[in-house]
Nanobody, 123 residues
Framework: QVQLVESRGGLVQSGGSLRLSCVAS????????MGWFRQAPGKQRVFVAA???????YYSDSVKGRFTISKDNAKNTVFLQMNSLKPEDAAVYYC?????????????????WGQGTQVTVSS
C-alpha cells in the first residue's frame, strides 16, 4: 500500500506561483511514475504532469512551459512548481502513483491517489 499526502494548496493571483508537494509513504520503491492531475468543478479529472522513475517528464499542453514536476527520492516527495498561473488553472490537484509501466496520461492507470488539494487563482 502507498499513502499520498499533498501539501495545502491556496489562493494565488493570476500570474503568480505556487508549489505543491506530495509525500509518499509505504511501498514507494516499486513506483513506476508519479503524476499530477487536476479536476475543476463539473469537469473530468485531467492529466497535468508526470515523472517516471528514470526522471522522464511529461506535461499537458496547457501547462507546458509554466509548470515543472520534480522529485526528491530521498524524501519520497514529488513537487509541482506552478508559475504564471491563470484562472483556468484553478482546480483540485491530485497526486497519483502508478505501479505498472503504462501510459502516464491516463488516470485509470494510476493505483494510488492523494486526497486532493484546492488551488484557486484570482483574476
Amino acid at each position: 500500500q502507498v499513502q499520498l499526502v499533498e501539501s495545502r494548496g491556496g489562493l494565488v493571483q493570476s500570474g503568480g506561483s505556487l508549489r505543491l508537494s506530495c509525500v509518499a509513504s509505504g511501498r514507494t520503491y516499486t513506483s513506476y511514475a508519479m503524476g499530477w492531475f487536476r479536476q475543476a468543478p463539473g469537469k473530468q479529472r485531467v492529466f497535468v504532469a508526470a515523472i517516471t522513475r528514470t526522471d522522464n517528464t511529461y506535461y499537458s499542453d496547457s501547462v507546458k512551459g509554466r509548470f515543472t514536476i520534480s522529485k526528491d527520492n530521498a524524501k519520497n516527495t514529488v513537487f509541482l512548481q506552478m508559475n504564471s498561473l491563470k484562472p483556468e488553472d484553478a482546480a483540485v490537484y491530485y497526486c497519483a502513483d502508478q505501479r505498472r509501466i503504462l501510459s502516464v496520461w491516463v488516470p485509470s492507470n494510476y493505483d494510488y491517489w492523494g486526497q486532493g488539494t484546492q488551488v484557486t487563482v484570482s483574476s
